[in-house]
């Protein structure tokens, strides 16, 4: 469930000169785009905040793993957008988006990619099942799919299990199509993964605002 105070940013940023750096490397020419998390402002949970929470490099599949837009023409097919890439490795751009959307609360002392100290308190452990865009005749749909769990780090002992399914449709297979459904997309993965890790964490997300 998206929290009701989320408010969704259609914007996929394009990063100037990346294109160029490509091109004189010897790489093909490619639009670099980021994704950006829901506009949640700083939010107060009205408690203290005694919680160091660590986001995990998310794992993935090698064809996953990379900065190449991935679309699906069959279920046993894997192809990338040859004109377009992200700024990031998928599993590093999620985790970004994970790290800026929990952070956005007050309810934890730090949240970030690797602990202040030796350990942190909680630890978000996630894998990328699907993060592509999937062509079944003429309908095409974006699909971001994680599997993940908040880890207690005193004991390893596993606090929450939560498994994320989002689906936008796109109007075309074209990058311009494409680009703004993977935006929606991730906001909305983003959402759901940041409500269900405050709740993890013995956190209610409507006592935040």
């Given at each position: ?8 940013l259609a ?6 000169g ?14 670099v785009?980021e ?11 009205g ?9 995990e490099?998310?794992?993935?599949r ?7 837009i991935m ?27 994970l ?8 309810a ?15 630890a978000?452990?996630?894998e ?7 062509v079944d005749?003429?309908?095409v749909t974006v ?11 005193m ?41 269900w890790?405050?709740?993890a964490?013995g ?7």
């Amino acid at each position: 469930m998206r929290p009701s105070r989320l408010v969704p940013l259609a914007l996929a940023a394009l990063l100037p000169g990346c294109a160029a750096l490509s091109a004189l490397e010897g790489g093909p020419e490619r639009d670099v785009f980021e994704l950006r998390p829901p506009a949640f402002g700083q939010t107060s949970c009205g408690r203290g905040r005694v919680a160091e929470l660590v986001i995990e490099t998310p794992k993935a599949r090698g064809t996953l793993d990379s900065e190449r837009i991935m679309i699906r023409p069959s279920p046993l097919q894997t192809q990338y957008l040859p004109d377009a890439e992200w700024g990031d490795t998928v599993p590093v751009m999620l985790q970004r988006l994970l790290v800026q959307g929990l952070g956005s609360y007050d309810a934890f002392s730090h949240v970030g990619r690797a602990p202040l100290g030796l350990s942190g308190d909680f630890a978000l452990i996630s894998e990328i099942e699907a993060f592509n865009a999937r062509v079944d005749g003429e309908a095409v749909t974006v699909r971001l799919a994680v599997n993940a769990q908040m880890i207690h780090e005193m004991d390893a002992s596993v606090v929450s299990r939560g498994n994320f399914n989002v689906e936008i449709p796109a109007a075309s297979s074209k990058t311009s199509d494409l680009i703004p459904a993977f935006d929606l997309a991730g906001q909305e993965l983003t959402a759901q993964m940041t409500e269900w890790g405050l709740r993890a964490t013995g956190i209610n997300p409507a006592s935040c605002r």
